[in-house]
């Protein structure tokens, strides 16, 4: 038996909770002492099409054969790969904006080698870190992903790489302003979406979701629809018309902003939403659509005093003629009693 073929049977360690699959096999191609191009050419040898699954969504690979491929070239074990593929629920990420992080995770995971990048930080409407109620952070990789960057990327990187606990204080501090009450609200409002999405479950009666307001449906056309500016040009997203402009001491701009211009003519769908990496925009389509859908239960968290005036009604009274058109034309699709209001509020 050749030194590389022992290395085979060296037990690599257990996906943590929540492992990215990309995270771990990164970790994997570390213990073979193997290349990306290395490891795409071992997959190439029983089939291309995985390869090419793989290449285009490393985490969550769409296509039939990519357990069975994968486990003969890497040995681990098929149940393991499928739990690693296994979204947290429809609205991951694209690929290309998989790229936050929470930093005090990192930090408490210790050096790079012993750090994974989690789903949580990779779903669509998760922008702050349930555990730390920190905000999730561009972070170009994590863990043996670092390996696999250019050497100047690392370097410029070093900070975050070796000391992610400076980092982690620095992000900490700037946060320190948003309100608590704000704060509430925004873990409220990410529990609600991703019941939403992945449709009943423990998570939605914990939370206490009323019957009728569970729809996937529901949450992607007005996620939709305020993550898109409805013009062909580059320009504020529908979201910024709901967003207050003075309360809460500015914490408004550390929470929600900068959010970043978009482009979205024509007929939205909800990939407008998950191909975001604006986390700033994203987290103020979560809030505001919980307002919408959630109504007056959000308002045991969000103070109507301050939201009265902006939030859901603000963008309703202000909705662009294609906008309220769209959203009319989707809701009559919805089931009965599934409905948020799409009247503009007779006083905003
Ligand atoms: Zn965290």
């Given at each position: 038996m050749t030194g590389l073929d022992r290395s085979l049977h060296k037990p690599l360690r257990d996906p943590e909770p929540l492992e990215c699959l990309s995270s771990y096999l990164a970790a994997w191609?570390?213990?073979?002492?193997?290349?990306?191009?290395?490891?795409?050419?071992?997959?190439?040898?029983?089939?291309?099409?995985?390869?090419?699954a793989l290449m285009e969504d490393p985490d969550f690979p769409e296509h039939p054969d990519w357990v069975d491929v994968v486990s003969k070239v890497t040995y681990i074990p098929k149940d393991i790969l499928s739990e690693l593929g296994k979204p947290l629920g429809p609205w991951h990420l694209a690929p290309a904006c998989r790229i936050h992080a929470c930093v005090a995770c990192l930090a408490e995971h210790g050096k790079a080698s012993r750090q994974s990048r989690s789903k949580?930080?990779?779903?669509?409407?998760n922008t702050v870190c349930a555990f730390h109620e920190l905000p999730l952070i561009e972070?170009?990789?994590?863990?043996?992903q670092w390996s696999d960057l250019p050497a100047s990327e690392r370097k410029r990187h070093a900070k975050l790489l070796l000391r992610p606990e400076q980092v982690r204080d620095s992000v900490a501090a700037a946060w320190s302003s948003v309100d608590e009450q704000l704060m509430r609200a925004l873990a409220f409002s990410q529990l609600s979406a991703w019941a939403g999405g992945?449709?009943?479950?423990?998570?939605?009666?914990?939370?206490?979701?009323p019957d009728g307001y569970m729809d996937r449906e529901v949450w992607e056309d007005v996620l939709c629809c305020l993550a898109s500016s409805w013009t062909a040009k580059y320009e504020d997203p529908l979201v910024v018309l709901g967003l207050p402009q003075d309360a809460w001491n500015g914490c408004v701009n550390v929470c929600f902003g900068p959010v970043r211009k978009v482009c979205s003519g024509g007929s939205p769908d909800i990939r407008v939403f998950c191909r975001s990496t604006s986390a700033?925009?994203?987290?103020?389509?979560?809030l505001i659509a919980a307002q919408a859908i959630r109504g007056a239960y959000m308002e045991n968290f969000l103070p109507v005093r301050d939201w009265g005036r902006s939030g859901w009604s603000r963008v309703l009274a202000h909705m662009p003629a294609a906008a309220s058109d769209w959203l009319e034309n989707m809701r009559s699709?919805?089931?009965?009693g599934r409905s948020v209001s799409t009247c503009p509020p007779s006083t905003s």
């Open positions: 191609r570390h213990h073979r002492h193997t290349t990306i191009p290395q490891f795409s050419a071992s997959i190439i040898r029983f089939s291309t099409s995985v390869a090419v949580l930080w990779t779903y669509a409407t972070v170009p990789a994590v863990g043996w992945t449709g009943p479950s423990k998570l939605a009666e914990i939370i206490g979701y700033p925009l994203r987290r103020s389509c979560v699709r919805w089931p009965a």
